[in-house]
């Protein structure tokens, strides 16, 4: 897990945020890109609580590394009250922020490593703002190869960056449940493209975000390659509420997600087991 960079001086008060631009980049999924004055540095893996007045607020995590002066960039599933409200809204027009909270990757432990993405459904999200962060300094890593699960090809997102990516040097695996018409790729689960992968488990450092049902599997796939629990990195989706460690929503044993999290060595989640479900 990565230190919290300096952020907000106060970091409960929510900040205005004006929707710059807004793609639709599936049926469910839209990219929105903000400008807000209000905030500082945050890490890919780091989460804002993105609220609007009347609706609430919801954890979304960063899609794309923080850089001065650039739009923040947050991928929002449709997925009820709020997400629905925020999907009906047009540039130009505000929500709020705050944070950004939890504890994000750190990129400093991976360097020198051969690194393995993988990741499913809503996980892309995350996932990107740490691929984009990595690519950045391509030379710093070993092999890099990313494994990208979906139900059905039409809910593959980000699929307009693959090839910019394949040329900065990610190897890129996709896999689908159901193929549809015109699809050519891989079908089964992404469980399946692990097993046809050479590792260096010595060398290699694992990245897992997706859902909960997804980790089980992965997990015992990659310790039966051989990769240590301390190169295993999860990050955690639990229901929350404060996002500040205050009302213990996130709370999985004694650890708040929120605070804690959302990024975990599988090594720190030993006794957890709740944290699979
Ligand atoms: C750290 C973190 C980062 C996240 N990052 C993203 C992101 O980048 N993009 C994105 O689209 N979503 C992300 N989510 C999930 C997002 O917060 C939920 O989809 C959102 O809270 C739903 O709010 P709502 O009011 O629209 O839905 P609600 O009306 O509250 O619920 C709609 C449905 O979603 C389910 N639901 C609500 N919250 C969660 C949750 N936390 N986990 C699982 N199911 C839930 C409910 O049970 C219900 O079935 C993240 C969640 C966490 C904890
Ligand atoms: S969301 Fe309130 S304690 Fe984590």
Redesign the pocket.
Known sequence: MAKKPETVSTPYLPVPATIERVESISAAEKLFYLSCGGVTPYLPGQ?FMVGLPGY?E????V?APFKKGAAIE????R??????ALHRLVAGERLWLRGAY?HGFDTALMKGRGLLFITGG?GI??MRSLLLEILEKRDEYRELRLLYGAKRPDELIFTDDFARWKRDGLNVNVTVDEPQAGYRGAVGLVTDLIGRLKVEPKSTTAVVIGPPVMYRFVVARLKRMGLSEEEIYLSL????KCGVGKCGHCQINSSYVCQDG?VYSLDSLAGMGEAFK
């Open positions: 989460f609430g919801a954890p979304i995590s899609c947050l991928c929002i599933r997925a009820g009250n709020l997400t629905g939890g809503i999200a995350p989706e639990r229901r929350m959302p």
